[in-house]
């Protein structure tokens, strides 16, 4: 008897240990939590940042000396952080110049046009100085070139009109299903004698914004490249139409773009070392190029403030990270990737140890979640935090994709993880003239920051 209660008191005793134990940590983790939002509610920087980013410096096209700006701006407002280290990190990137307004109209009748808002898209060739004109022919995307064939397409315009798909919940995988039109829609309707293409914009709503983004002719040669824009929702809407009341329709644009040789520029980084573990290395970053159209306030000036804010918040409430904490500002995400590329070559030459990398890159809307490309084990460890982040509305946790800046890093025992804020706008804005300053709300912005910051307090804390 008196044993059998020696067993079931020490069992007790550990009961109670082992809840104090978890039920304290936990506790704690709630208490850094919370300061770290009240932090980015109350002192956070990252709206004034972006607001520098946007309106005194604008768009920031790689090769741009507004991304040279960008680049001397972010370092300095870093450096004033008192990081225990800030740098630059140079990459030779593309530069591509839109030149001149584009121009375009179609022609119901000889001398009956129509003028319609166009931008060339990112990385494609000027047309003749005189413009094209000639007859348009619509297609429901790439697939429908094959259909055609040669004979319905030699000679004329394609005009891509595959729309996103509205009923897709997460609009990034309505643009994921149609933007191969944009991307590659010139090199393919080439192969079919096509003069020229004019692509839908990438946006759900009616509107009546051009939006732009890159485009490629792979290993294409000079001479055989056609001249790719693109057109608004509302334009794309009244231009299908016409064509169906009257197929010989004729379009006509003109854009003087020019791809120049590559210049050199800089990814923007700052750490706080480590106290305990300084070689383990948590990343944090967005990409600090943009659009030339609009001054790239979402897309992604967001990102880049609230990575920047992450470091920032963990000084304003006194938390000395275990683990090396390094912001990264990538340069020319859009048309190229160079930043991403040379950041994790280096990192791989000087055998760095980065355990956990995060992009925000999808707008600076609320914060739904998080979606991670990991191990099971490894996401197992982070679903259990999740309860931590229900007080704040944060509750999206999946597996998925990133971000591209930081997918060059990927490999075995490193988790990678993407900031998914609502995406309900996010087309609205993306890569047109209206993503701008005030179309980002100060409080969602903070909110993503202090949702990146707790995850990361906790990936410092926990490891994996
Ligand atoms: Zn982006």
Partial sequence: MKNSYNVKSKLALLVVIFFT???FSQ?????QIKKLYD?????????DWLNYLSNQIGGRLSGSIQAQQAVNYTKSQLDSLGLDKVWLQPVMVPKWVRGTPEFAYFETT????????ICALGGSVATPPKGIKANIIEVDGIEELATLGKDKIQGKIVFFNKPMDPTQINTFNAYSNCVDQRYSGALEASKYGALGVIVRSMNLRLDDFPHTGSMGYGEQSVDDRIPAAAISTNAADLL???LKLNPEINFYFKQNCKQFEDVESYNVIGEIRGSSKPEEIILVGGHLDSWDLGDGSHDDGAGCVQSMEVLNLFKKTGYTPKRTIRVVLFMNEENGLRGGTKYAEVAEASNEKHIFALE?????FTPRGFTFDSSDKDFDKIKSWKPLFEPYLVHYFEKGGSGADIGPLK?????????????????DY?????DTFEHVNKRELELGSASMASLIYLVDTYGF
């Avoid at 932090?39 to 709206?47: E, R, S």
């Avoid at 993306?430 to 209206?434: K, L, M, Q, R």
């Fill in 21 to 23: 134990y978890f039920g």
């Fill in 27 to 31: 506790g704690n983790d709630q208490e």
């Fill in 39 to 47: 932090a980015a509610l109350t002192q956070g920087k990252g709206y």
């Fill in 110 to 117: 000889p001398g009956v046009t129509t003028n319609m808002a």
């Fill in 240 to 242: 299908s139409t016409s």
């Fill in 360 to 364: 925000s890159d999808s707008g600076g």
């Fill in 411 to 427: 490999k075995d025992g490193l988790v990678l993880a993407g900031l998914r804020p609502d995406s309900q706008r996010y087309f």
């Fill in 430 to 434: 993306h890569h047109a003239e209206n």
